[in-house]
DNA sequence: ATCTAAGCGAGACGGTACGTCACGTCTTGGG
DNA sequence: CCCAAGACGTGACGTACCGTCTCGCTTAGAT
């Protein structure tokens, strides 16, 4: 473990990057079925070993092209209230999701295997990111009285993000602002200090 | 759409139920990619072409599959307050996808295209039914003061169902009663009357 | 066998000839391959069990509608000299394989059991039956001393209508009626009287 | 032409002779409807896409695989008069073209496309060698004053060759040595000088 | 400066499953 | 009792990708 060696050509990162872009493209062409190791190798003028050598199959190279990519969710700088942030963060994450890199990142962690780093990775970067940030928020609107104390945190959290997946694949209705408003009018009221 | 001829020999309602038997069990042995045409055609005695005439592919097979084994969520009787027939039903919903083949119901509705007939009445009745279920519940619950009325009721909804369909397919957290339980409780506060 | 009942509905002719037409149809315009028995029912507007009953498989079919529709071979009125009548009867020949339809009769020839009885009823009135018409005047050929007696008749015939189908079949040099002369040319020679 | 890449992993000539071994016993034992891809590939252990990497269809491999074990004509080594030569070489073509690969090799001629590569090279090299070689006999045949100059060569080697063919395919009559006899013969007659 | 080990692209390999076609049989309802 | 229509089990078709493997060519660190 602690030999690796590192003689011979060392790994060509150029290739890399061609790699991710060309599996990011086409996640947003075609959707995970279009994401194939083929086109992928074809697309990123790369061998089809050296897929394989970095990572084991192609639902690994599309997360690990969603990670690449994952946009950051908008900072907090603190200066606003903490729950009109949160509820910006939830309209960001909606609109996120609602384009079909977000279908895809949805629908990749459906049929993943779940024990494997690199998906605990993807899901804690790309699914699960924004329930973090909702955590700190929620903490701060607490502190700030908008929140009663006492309440179940990642209960509240999953109220709060799970719809959002919900319609993202379920798609059985709109996935707009106007949703992430409603559902945060709803789930607020619950937790708001009585 | 009132011609429906019917001439020819008809389907054979043995064989196709030979079909959703042995698709249903090997989505239960061993998820979504081990429902393949071929090895349902093999397991059901039955040619591959008998299989396409009736379903398009292999997701809408599953999906058929699905629809036929769906079990019926627990009657409500109207004999007790509305409020505890809700929490018993998304106990009953948790348990349901919490096994092997609610999660395969999940990756199928990942997976698939939206627009076929199959996939709405999939998604209508595998995983929706809950829901109208719940509507109904709610409705209850406003009538006997549990609930004040004027909320909005889809956004509930969806705060109830969409963390259970989640955590079925991201996995970050248990599925299990208590699960269920605290999740009502946060949701159910911020419908309570004031 | 004697019995021979009678009752029911009798065999439709018309159905018969639609068949043998669509048959004929189908390999003139695509050859053996093109004609299956899905493609001559749908056409002919015919279900396939009543295929079945009148021909085993798809080979008997294609040599039904061929028998049928066998070109005669020009009637020898005995006025000219046979000699001349054979040069005319092979340039007839050549002409008749050298068409779509001759190259399928050939090709049926080559594919099938050789054992049926349509076959052997195929072979003779299609593919043989220039041969008798040879052998007719080649027998008055020798009677008008154009053509010495005690030749092996049999031999002679094989070695006039075997190129033809070579040919055909083969294809390695053109079918026409100044190859049909050259060839006469070469066999008559060894045939005349010394 | 002369570009010709060579890059990636070469063909593996252990697999191709596997398979056209595998094609030659498949037309030995059962005819050219024996030789399936499926089997072909079942047998020779190989996978079906190599198969069509390498051959468009079955007509194409099974000449490939006749083309390979094409038994060499019997040297003529100039020793002894031409004419011997020529029906000692009459006879073993019969002798070839009555097994059963003979009748393979023969239908497939019959059944095949004439555009391709493949098919001008198995015509040229499985039906058609006999004849090169047969026309050089008849070249020396005229030297040696056995044919008198003159004749139309090419007419005389379809008078000898096709009518053997033209038994192959069409059965009428038995194919052996005295029918090989008898046919030159009769052809030897006309071609003699006078 | 030259080995030389590793990475590289290309692409063939044995497989599995796909979705389609035609086969020849069987089973309806209608004439 | 035949007919058309058409579903059935079978089996081959030709294609797409899978994940593994060998090639011959860079490329750069170690000798």
Redesign the pocket.
Known sequence: MADE????????MA??RRVLTAAYALLEEGGVTAL????VAAR???????L??SWP??QALAMAALIEAAPDAPEDDGSGPALAALRRQVRFVVEVFASRIGRSAAALVASATRDTEIFKSFRSQVILSSRTVGRALISRAVEEGDIRPGIDVEAALDAIYGPVFFRVLVGHEGLDAGFADRLMDTVLEGLRPR
């Open positions: 060696e590192k003689r011979g050509r060392p790994r060509d290739a890399r194939t190791m083929e086109a990123a003028k790369v061998g089809k070993p050296m394989y050598r199959n192609a």
